[in-house]
């Protein structure tokens, strides 16, 4: 009887599961997305192109060798904001301004051989802001959200805290100092923002940018704002050069100063302390405010041994709206004239800063366009400098909710809409989008915004902001690692997933800066290309020239 009902079982189990089979409906498949396949290049349709390819790629890696000769210079870009997401989403966009199609483009820092994964997060938060980064990626300390320069025993906004001298932790840029290299910083927000100001700040706040935004009673107790510090203490003083924007952060808010209006309320012009400063160290330098004056400098056979350039009151423009401000290339190529001229070595800091800020406002063209221009940026640092003894590393302080989604076609516009299929509403949607941001995709109707009806989207307006998820008046960060790119003497520590305050660390170390020294630290120094030319050629008639002067000295 058992194997009489166990078959009958099996039958009408077969019958359930084979008419639930027939009448469940198929899940749609995504990939069904038919992609427009006009744009693919013939020859990327064989296997063999790939391979070839490949084998180019492995050839040059198999040619790598391990640099470990001393880093005489180190600079440490950091694109605020650049997220991975931005990063494909620019080359993407790169290489359909040059009428590629864009995917197999490649920017600057991604030729580096040598690359890694940072973690971002504060002490106290998950997803960072660019003052604890600042602090991680500068000091090489994790710090609270908002507070520059001091490690985790802060309150934010504390000032006894910032007082605290055992709080304090000192920048790659005072390493720098310390060890008798040149330093410089070099960005397009006001220099007195929070990632340049983990080079040279110690606050609690990092709104504190003027005195304006310093307590009553924190200003009573001797807490200085960020352009005070800049300006009047160490390491900022000591800074070669500083190139950037923020000019009202240093001026007094008081009429005279033409356009220049500032914010303190001090009646400091911190300018003029800076002119003052070095007028007793008595150095040569200069204060510029505009492009031609700072290509004027840059011209010049004379160039000051400090320069202090503040090209916008504000931030620096967006570089497709900027009118006489210089690029960020062209304030490293300057920088980089300046700072070279120190046997010894210098470490610079440059930033991309406004990657960040058109994110903010969901501005993804401008987000674009400013990661190109951060990437011309470190293709001038290259081509200025010698992988043997620079070190570049390329980075980013935190990501952003920027995606980059849907099943577009190769080639598809970056910033357009994805061509393939609408959206499960029956609109258009772009390939690019925020998690959260200004601009709310659901319209007060209750329905998705149509991008292609809205004069902003289709003319391809700068300040056109791309939809989001959840409003807000500003996007937010993203918590997601960033990429770390690396180049020149030590390269190859920058690989793995660590977290980003070992930057500096793997810097210095590189560099020579710290106790911990490798085999090649003592390396004699360079000279320069003058001192060294005229050694080469007269080195005994030198020596004799100096020994008839001291004996006539000696006489006399
Ligand atoms: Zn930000």
């Not at 997601?480 to 305050?501: C, I, K, M, N």
């Amino acid at each position: 009887m058992w194997p009489t009902v166990l078959i009958a079982l099996q039958i009408v189990t077969h019958v359930i599961c084979h008419e639930d089979a027939a009448t469940t409906p198929k899940p749609k498949k995504v990939l069904e997305t038919v992609m427009n396949p006009a744009y693919i290049p013939a020859e990327e349709k064989h296997g063999s192109y790939w391979k070839k390819s490949a084998a180019s790629t492995l050839k040059s890696k198999l040619k790598e060798k391990t640099n470990k000769n001393k880093a005489r210079n180190g600079i440490l870009f950091i694109g605020d904001g650049m997220s991975l997401a931005t990063v494909m989403a620019a080359r993407t966009y790169a290489g359909q301004l040059d009428r590629g199609l864009g995917e197999e483009n490649i920017l600057e820092f991604e030729k580096f051989p040598v690359t890694g994964l940072a973690r971002t997060y504060c002490l106290d938060a998950q997803v960072p802001d660019s003052a604890c980064t600042a602090t991680s990626y500068l000091t090489g300390v994790k710090t609270k959200y908002g507070v520059i320069g001091l490690d985790g025993n802060v309150t934010r906004g504390s000032c006894h805290s910032q007082l605290h001298k055992g709080n304090w932790a000192p920048s790659i840029g005072q390493w720098a100092i310390e060890n008798g290299l040149d330093v410089g910083l070099v960005t397009t927000t006001r220099v007195t923002h929070a990632s340049p100001a983990g080079m040279y700040a110690h606050v609690s706040e990092r709104n504190w940018e003027s005195d304006v935004d310093v307590p009553a009673e924190c200003l009573t107790l001797g807490c200085r704002d960020i352009a005070y510090q800049l300006v009047m203490d160490n390491p900022g003083r000591q800074f070669k050069v500083i190139l950037g924007g923020g000019r009202r952060e240093f001026l007094p808010n008081v009429t005279g100063f033409g356009n220049n209006t500032g914010k303190r309320v001090d009646g400091v012009d911190l300018t003029e302390l800076w002119h003052v400063d070095k007028l007793q160290k008595n150095v040569s330098h200069q204060y510029v405010t505009d492009r031609l004056e700072l290509l004027k400098v840059y011209n010049s056979d004379d160039l000051p041994e400090y320069l202090l350039g503040l090209f916008n009151t504000d931030h620096m423009a967006y570089h497709l709206k900027a009118e006489d401000e210089p690029t960020l290339e062209e304030m490293v190529e300057v920088a980089i004239k300046m700072l070279s001229r120190n046997p010894k070595g210098y470490f610079l800091f440059v930033e991309g800063g406004r990657i960040d800020h058109a994110h903010h406002d969901s501005l993804a063209y401008l987000a674009l366009d400013e990661t190109v221009e951060y990437a011309k940026a470190v293709r001038k640092a290259r081509s200025l400098t010698d992988e043997s003894e620079t070190l570049i590393v390329v980075s980013s302080d935190h990501a952003h909710t920027m995606t980059v989604a849907g099943y577009p076609s190769r080639g598809n516009d970056i910033l357009g809409v994805v061509d393939t299929t609408n959206g499960g509403d029956g609109r258009p949607y772009t390939t690019i989008s925020y998690a959260n941001g200004k601009a709310a995709s659901i319209d007060t109707d209750g329905l998705r915004v149509d991008v292609t009806k809205e004069k902003g989207f289709t003319e391809r307006s700068l300040d056109y902001a791309y939809p989001s998820l959840v409003p807000l008046d500003s996007e937010t960060h993203g918590g997601e690692d960033v990429a770390v790119f690396a180049l020149g003497p030590w390269q190859h520590l920058f690989t793995a997933s660590y977290d980003q305050s070992v930057v500096p660390h793997l810097m210095a170390y590189a560099m020579c800066l710290t106790d911990d020294q490798h085999q090649n630290c003592h390396q004699p120094e360079r000279l320069t290309e003058a001192a060294s030319s005229a050694v080469s050629v007269y080195p005994y008639q030198l020596l004799l020239a100096q020994a008839v002067i001291s004996i006539i000295s000696c006489l006399l």
